[in-house]
């Protein structure tokens, strides 16, 4: 299929094109893929496209959108042609040095969440923070929540630092360069990360959009299990007592991971199910 705009499409038919070459391309979400693209080019959300389905363009704006549907049809995320995505319902800008944050991540925050007081000085530990997106959405839950995030990569730190001081939360969330534990220091309630546990091997089977996204926030070593081994056998000597980790999974790494925490002498406490109705979040409980 060919994908030719002519400067005379209304809004509607543009997206309806667009949506038809998204999908040829293997987009599987096309149509709002096409909606979201065309809602960042006009600065308008997608309410408004449904509102002005018949208004035309001008040659500018058709000009500028095709740039941006050919490149989601060479299979880059949305997220990273759009430069934001949504987390926890905060805005969080994003580039390809960081993972785009899932909507199953939110169940990190809603579980982290559970083991601290609303008004109560809390100390926090996140592992891995790329985009910022768990550390600044529990800053967002209350003021007194303080967060040290780190992440081995300074690219992702300087995203991360922007989208905290956006958000007007940088006062309260320190960010460290530390590849894990390496230069943490301190004694936190709750340890919580996302971190890379995709089995190596199985890194080039993912889709094309997820390629794009950075091998060092994906690859979890040979059996998808290395960073849950590392972080549960560091994680005691940075807890209070009692303290708590909460780690996002993959879908089949329940089990092993509740013994790798189990063996480190932690009390497994619950394995949480996604929309999908899949493991996705592990909690352990120190002392
Ligand atoms: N959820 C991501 C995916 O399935 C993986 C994120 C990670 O490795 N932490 O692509």
Known sequence: MTFTMTKQHTI????????????????????????????HVLGVDRLDLYLNYDKPLNSREVDEY??????RGQRIPVAYLTGSREFYSLPVQVDE??????????FVVDKTLEFL??????NILELGTGSGAIALALAC????????????????LKVAEANAKRLGVDGQVRFVQSDLFEKVTGLYSVICSNPPYIKREELELLP???GVEPALALDGGPDGLEFYRRILGQAASFLEQPGFV???????QGSQVRSIGEEAGFTWLETVKDYAGQDRVVVFRWA
């Open 246 to 252: 909460v780690l996002e999974i993959g879908w089949d």
């Open 117 to 122: 007081e609303a008004g109560q000085l809390a």
């Open 66 to 71: 095709r740039k941006y549907i050919g490149r």
């Open 208 to 210: 094309p959009e997820v």
């Open 12 to 39: 509607g038919e543009l997206i309806s094109l667009s949506a038809g070459y998204l999908e040829s391309k293997g987009c599987n979400s096309a149509r709002l893929d096409a909606e979201l693209l065309l809602g």
């Open 141 to 156: 839950q209350d003021p007194l929540f303080r967060i040290t995030a780190v992440d081995i990569s300074p690219a992702a």
């Open 97 to 106: 040095n960081v993972l785009i944050p899932r909507p199953e991540t939110e």
